[in-house]
């Protein structure tokens, strides 16, 4: 029957959202009792249907009837209202999920207190409200103080919920754990106390004059990003970035989750678990027996590539594996930075969700969020790709096989683009140029960009999934970019690169400040750090490389040496330099080379603070 008439769609969607409730009101009524000590994991799956339903009428009356998680957008709760929950956690207690997390409404520093947010289905979120109000904290942390990355766990013996969270005042030199304890999860929490949690001497470093100000010795490790995590023996741990972010500890809490365990003993209560990598935003997870450890590099608000470590025992030997993230963005996790990760509601072991933040530092009401979904496969291998949306299904389908994809390039004056059939039960699609991996779409074309003019380029597609099962390769496509001419390699993509901290940066350093050596100031290049390579595809068509190089000037001590190789060959081999030797420009012959890798070495000296610069790097024809 079609109807026309609005009032009359109105009645009938009312009615049929009645016989919906009637069905889950009955369901749940004739439903047996089971016991009390049923496992919450067991509760949630027979649950979870219902759950979902139930989320679906509720979205239906608040015109929001999508059920998919979106990126990069703005996330409103069920009333239309912007989300604020940033830096947090996920509790699931019964058929509910509660979301805590920052709330930046009035901006920097987290002024009005601990959001909530609650749901059945993890699509649609109701605000509970403020749990943990900032003035409802010590005075150093009600103004100008930070409270961040609030993290609740629920403790059976106590019968509390318990909340954790970095607390700092001032300038960041307070750097210290706050506790809160509630009796249900939409709170209201009552703080209980700051603290620093464990005390140890880590060495000379912590003598020196910069870290002097946190007075570690006197007050403990500093204690900043966090997390929490509660084990399947009912342990509960805090996961953080300790002395002054160097260093991520875990360490065992108490029985009442209010404190850690105590003694403090290193190897049997808490362990560190990556020490001197600089890491923070840690979120854990636990699939197969084994515990995984995801944090990023510290960047301030600014993003970074992700990294994951594997160990047998949360308080064992922690191995760092890699990035997890893949395709176009993966070196800065997606614009985003790790906060938590959820297991996927209803779904098989190893299948979770990478909750994140893509953080806007000039206006952090205006951050959004990125959750990403993964599975851990049979050896511990995590793939995070840019799935810019989807839905839970994506967990389900897992044909034996994927069709390959049959690509041609599209009509444009003025782009590259290339499309693709869609392969049934792909959940994406890998995009590779050169045999190397180059982007991942989700839908069925993907723009070409940052080609080197001139030179050749082939194309081809993969069909995958979230389950690890992959097509064979499309046939190829080839894409000439134009003519060759002069170029600055800031304004083509590289093939690859790698680095010692951070991430790589166009025409600025590789912590976001200008271009300055010896105090010269250059506009355009390429900001990198030591031990870095970058790799270029010039196609053998360019005559000469030239650049000025130099160590950046912010941190004059420490040494660097830049080196060009040209198809494996050693081009240049530079001498010395620190912050304080002046740029010193370079002409290499590049003819007939095709691999142009660009090389900075710490210098022998360690890699602590060694940005370097590539400024105004050009390729002539």
């Known amino acids: 029957m079609k109807i026309n008439d609005t009032k009359s769609k109105t009645v009938i969607s009312k009615n049929v959202n009645a016989v919906i409730i009637l069905m889950i009101i009955s369901a749940l009524l004739v439903r047996p009792v089971k016991a009390q000590n049923i496992s919450l994991q067991e509760s949630n799956h027979e649950l979870f249907a219902l759950s979902n339903l139930a989320g679906l009428v509720r979205a239906e009356t608040k015109d929001n009837p999508t059920n998919w998680i979106e990126l990069g957008k703005s996330w409103r709760d069920i009333d239309g209202n912007v989300i604020e929950a940033h830096g947090g956690g996920i509790l699931q207690v019964g058929d509910t ?237 997606f614009q985003s930075q790790s906060a938590f990760i959820l297991p996927a509601p209803g779904k098989n072991d190893g299948s979770f969700i990478f909750m994140a933040d893509w953080w806007n530092s000039s206006a952090l009401n205006k951050s959004t969020y990125i959750w990403l979904p993964f599975k851990i496969g049979r050896y511990g291998e995590v793939v995070i790709e840019n799935y810019d949306k989807w839905s839970l299904g994506i967990f389900d389908a897992n044909p034996s096989s994927l069709a390959a994809p049959v690509v041609r390039l599209a009509d444009s004056k003025d782009k590259h683009i290339i499309k693709w059939n869609p392969v049934a039960s792909a959940a994406g699609y890998r995009i590779f140029k050169n045999g190397k991996l180059n982007g991942f779409s989700c839908s069925t074309e993907y723009e070409v960009s940052g080609l080197v003019p001139g030179t050749n380029n082939l194309f081809s597609v993969v069909a995958c999934n979230i389950n690890g099962v992959t097509s064979h390769a499309s046939n190829l496509v080839g894409i000439r970019n134009g003519e060759a001419h002069n170029i600055l390699l800031s304004d083509v993509a590289e093939e690859n690169y790698t680095q010692g901290w951070g991430v790589l940066t166009i025409d600025h350093t590789d912590n976001g400040g200008p271009i300055v050596i010896a105090g010269r100031i250059f506009k355009r290049g390429i900001g990198t750090h030591a031990n870095s390579e970058i790799l270029y595809n010039l196609g053998g068509l360019y005559k000469q490389f030239t650049s000025w190089i130099g160590r950046n000037t912010e941190m004059p001590d420490g040494k660097v040496q830049f080196r060009v190789y040209g198809d494996g060959r050693l081009l240049y081999l530079g001498s010395m330099m620190t912050g304080r030797t002046p740029a010193q420009y370079i002409e290499i012959p590049v003819s007939g080379v095709f691999e142009l890798k660009l090389v900075v070495t710490d210098g022998g000296d360690g890699d602590a603070y060694d940005d370097a610069s590539w400024a105004e790097a050009c390729a002539s024809y």
């Not at 609650?118 to 409802?136: M, Q």
């Not at 942390?141 to 609740?152: A, L, Q």
């Not at 990294?307 to 395709?327: F, M, T, V």
């Open 97 to 333: 999920y509660f979301w805590y997390g920052e709330n930046h409404r009035l901006g920097f520093g987290n002024q009005t207190g601990i959001s909530c947010y609650s749901s059945k289905d993890l699509y649609h979120w109701e605000n509970e409200g403020i749990v943990l109000p900032k003035v409802s904290m010590p005075d150093m942390f009600r103004d100008s103080g930070v409270v961040e990355r609030p993290k609740v766990l629920f403790n059976a013996g106590t019968g509390k919920y318990v909340m954790w969270m970095h607390l700092d005042a001032g300038n960041y030199t307070y750097a210290c754990a706050g506790v809160a304890v509630a009796d249900n999860p939409n709170g209201k929490f009552r703080f209980l106390r700051a603290f620093r949690p464990i005390t140890f001497d880590y060495g000379e470093r912590m003598n020196n004059p910069r870290l002097k100000r946190f007075a570690e010795k006197e007050k403990g490790n500093t204690y900043r990003d966090m997390t929490l995590f509660q084990d399947d023996d009912g342990k509960a741990y805090t996961i953080y970035s300790a002395e002054d972010n160097a260093s991520i500890y875990i360490s065992l809490l108490n029985q009442d989750y209010t404190d850690v365990a105590k003694p403090s003993i290193i190897g049997k209560t808490w362990t560190i678990a990556i020490p001197n990598r600089f890491r923070e935003a840690p979120a854990v997870c636990k699939s197969n027996g084994k515990y995984y450890l995801f944090t990023s590099a510290t960047t301030g608000w600014a993003s970074n590539a992700a990294s994951y470590a594997i160990a047998d025992s949360i308080l064992g030997h922690w191995e760092i594996i890699g990035n997890p993230c893949s395709g176009a963005g993966s070196e800065f996790t």
